[in-house]
């Protein structure tokens, strides 16, 4: 199976947020649901505080919780190893919401189901990238074979302070961190 994977590189993200407009827009999201976030994080203490942003969305895992205890097969990891959703088949549970660490799916309401990102599997072909990377200003965002982002991108991680472990489901996403990002004394911060 292919091993499919997004790049973020923290130090480039001005925290603009097009990724998220792009994503919601593309995807007629209702709202308050977004698949893609970002989130910005304050670390220190003045005068030598400083701060960075997080661009996050499914993560694709190799061992994803969502697919792990969907009861409906709805979550499922399809050929090109992405994660993805079958809207036909999910009852709105909500056990994919609890499953994952990273608070990737959410349960839209007004249509009683479970809904995430699925890296842009029906217009990827054609539009060469997911609409996130392709809308990203600073080229902050990447998504390709996860061997050749990691050649690419030969000193990125695969988590920063804020994401949950990621021995828990083996999360296919690669990062370049903005230093502070490597921090564990972080706070939210609303932009």
């Known amino acids: 199976m292919t091993r499919l994977a997004f790049y973020f590189n923290s130090a480039r993200c001005v925290g603009c947020k097009t990724c998220v407009v792009a994503c919601s827009k593309k995807n007629n999201l209702p709202l308050g649901v977004s698949y893609r976030r970002?989130?910005?994080?304050?670390?220190?203490?003045?005068?030598?505080?400083?701060?960075?942003h997080?661009?996050?969305?499914?993560n694709h895992c190799e061992n994803p919780g969502c697919v792990r205890t969907c009861p409906t097969g709805a979550m499922y990891k399809s050929a090109d190893g992405t994660v993805q959703h079958d809207d036909d088949v999910c009852i709105g549970?909500?056990?994919?919401?609890f499953a994952c660490p990273y608070g990737v799916p959410q349960?839209?309401?007004?249509?009683?189901?479970a809904k995430k990102c699925n890296a842009c599997a029906d217009t990827?072909?054609?539009d060469g990238a997911p609409t996130c990377v392709a809308s990203c200003g600073m080229r902050a965002l990447d998504f390709g074979p996860y061997d050749e982002l990691v050649a690419a991108h030969p000193d990125s991680v695969?988590?920063?302070?804020?994401?949950a472990d990621p021995?828990?489901?083996?999360?296919?996403?690669?990062?370049?961190?903005?230093?502070?990002?490597?921090?564990?004394?972080?706070?939210?911060?609303?932009l």
């Open 38 to 52: 970002v989130t910005s994080y304050e670390v220190g203490e003045y005068p030598a505080a400083t701060f960075y």
């Open 54 to 58: 997080w661009s996050a969305t499914c």
């Open 93 to 97: 549970c909500g056990s994919c919401v």
């Open 107 to 113: 349960i839209v309401r007004e249509e009683g189901i």
């Open 124 to 126: 990827r072909d054609v």
């Open 158 to 163: 695969d988590c920063i302070a804020p994401m």
């Open 167 to 190: 021995s828990m489901t083996t999360p296919n996403v690669l990062i370049t961190p903005h230093e502070a990002g490597l921090e564990q004394d972080y706070h939210d911060l609303v």
